[in-house]
């Protein structure tokens, strides 16, 4: 059990150290909107590659996008991706809290 204590600790060590020298941002550290607006942005992206190959499917893809049963379905995706991402808010949340009460024994 101590070996394994001090494991843990030295693995945290070991990541504090490097993780801020290539200024990462932990994702239980990143802001929901950030995490929702990803999918848009590979959305948008891949409309801008298909647009340089051949404007008329971007057209297309574009027209479709806007129809109204596919808005209804991003808007039931982003709403159910908001409740999956505050439980997971909540899931991390309590992890930290079993981490600094059961394991370090804050």
């Known amino acids: 059990m101590l070996q394994s204590r001090a494991l ?3 693995l945290i060590l070991l990541l504090s150290t490097t993780l801020p ?11 929901r909107r950030e995490l929702l607006a990803i999918p848009e942005t590979i959305a948008s992206y891949f409309y801008e590659a298909v647009n340089k190959v051949s404007p008329k499917v971007s ?3 574009l027209d479709t996008l806007q129809s109204p049963t596919v808005i209804a379905a991003r808007q039931r995706i982003a ?3 908001t409740k999956v991402s505050i439980m997971f808010e ?3 949340e309590k992890i930290k809290n ?5 394991i370090l024994g804050y």
């Not at 020298?21 to 802001?31: C, Y």
């Not at 079993?98 to 059961?102: D, E, F, G, S, V």
């Open 21 to 31: 020298e290539v200024q990462s941002k932990s994702i239980f550290e990143k802001d």
């Open 8 to 10: 843990v600790i030295a």
């Open 59 to 61: 057209q297309f893809l």
């Open 79 to 81: 709403k159910e991706a």
């Open 90 to 92: 909540q899931l991390v």
């Open 98 to 102: 079993l981490w600094y009460t059961r």
